[in-house]
């Protein structure tokens, strides 16, 4: 591991997700920033689907979601996916049966009159479902103008959509008793804030990969250190102040949103993370020709003439 690696491990251990950076307590000086920002062009489009196998009984939703898996499996491949950006998540269960769920069954049951009504709904809600979360990336087109590069990026997502990884049209082995409960209870879902709906399962959200690499941000850092460095220096001259060398007091890489991007089905979500073996920062964006990042440092000079 380089001294870069070593130093972006350090500073991992004490960032949030969307701010990396270390500090430390500064003596009695002057403390300014610098910046140096980054548009980076995304290399891959992510895709993300929750597929969701629901049936009477936890045996029968197993059988129909291994299905859909492996049928999605098989379109990805077509699709020419990268296979080892593939992942599936762990299995987890959805059904009618939660605690959120069965609250919102005895309001649908009170809305509905009580009594025999009432009954009856909960008679039919005995279907329960299993969900897995697939994530899978695509190559994005490379050496061509941002025009072609949204034509083609366009062209994919349609692809992808028109595929319905998460057999959406496929129906699933319940009644249509259980199937219209299913779908008014996301409803109701929605309406009262909780955080699962089964009306947003299956539709695939994009997003677009880029990498800030350990150049890149080296590069970053010393830009930003030398403006820094002439803010304090400034300040010192301005002021007669006799001040030591300036010294680095924190690195750090954040993300901003891209601007005037806002597309169904595409996350708004801009994530940052950082891979200290590498030196690299990978950054989720909601645009599919740019990830806007910022690397910014904080230096310090302490004054000589205190002491």
């Known amino acids: 591991m380089n001294l ?3 130093t972006l491990l350090w500073l991992a251990c004490f960032c949030s997700p969307f701010s990396l950076a270390a500090q430390t307590n500064p003596d009695a000086g002057i403390t300014e920033n610098g910046h140096a920002n980054f548009s980076i062009q995304p290399t891959r489009l992510q895709v993300s689907v929750t597929i969701i196998g629901r049936s009477s009984d936890l045996t029968k939703a197993a059988a129909e979601i ?4 492996e049928t999605s499996r098989t379109l990805l491949k077509e699709l020419k996916a990268i296979q080892e950006s593939i992942v599936f998540s762990k299995p987890r269960l959805s059904g009618t049966n939660s605690p959120e769920q069965i609250q919102q069954m005895s309001q649908m049951a009170f809305e509905y009159g009580g009594g025999a009504r009432g009954s009856e709904m909960l008679a039919q809600s005995q279907s329960v479902a299993i969900e897995q979360s697939l994530v899978a990336q695509w190559k994005l087109p490379k050496d061509e103008t941002d025009l072609e590069s949204l034509i083609r990026i366009n062209e994919l997502v349609q692809k992808i959509n028109d595929a319905d990884l998460a057999g959406l049209k496929q129906p699933q ?3 249509d008793a259980q199937l219209e409960l299913a779908e008014e209870m996301g409803a109701m879902m929605d309406e009262y804030g909780y955080e699962s709906s089964v ?3 299956g539709e695939p959200s994009f997003s677009y990969v880029a990498i800030l690499d350990s150049t890149q941000f080296e590069t970053g850092v010393a830009e930003s250190f030398a403006t820094a460095k002439r803010k304090i220096e400034s300040l010192a001259n301005a002021t007669d102040a006799k001040i030591g060398p300036v010294r680095l007091l924190a ?3 954040s993300q901003t949103a891209a601007k005037d991007y806002n597309v169904y089905n595409h996350s708004a979500e ?5 891979d200290a073996e590498t030196g690299e920062y990978k950054l989720i964006s909601s645009h599919p020709l740019e990830a806007n ?3 910014t440092v904080t230096a310090h000079a302490v004054h000589q003439d205190i002491f």
């Open 4 to 6: 870069h690696s070593r």
């Open 66 to 69: 291994n299905k859909r898996i």
């Open 173 to 175: 082995p319940v009644s």
């Open 199 to 201: 009306q947003n399962l």
């Open 251 to 253: 690195a750090k890489v």
């Open 270 to 274: 801009n994530v940052l993370s950082a």
């Open 293 to 295: 990042c910022t690397v």
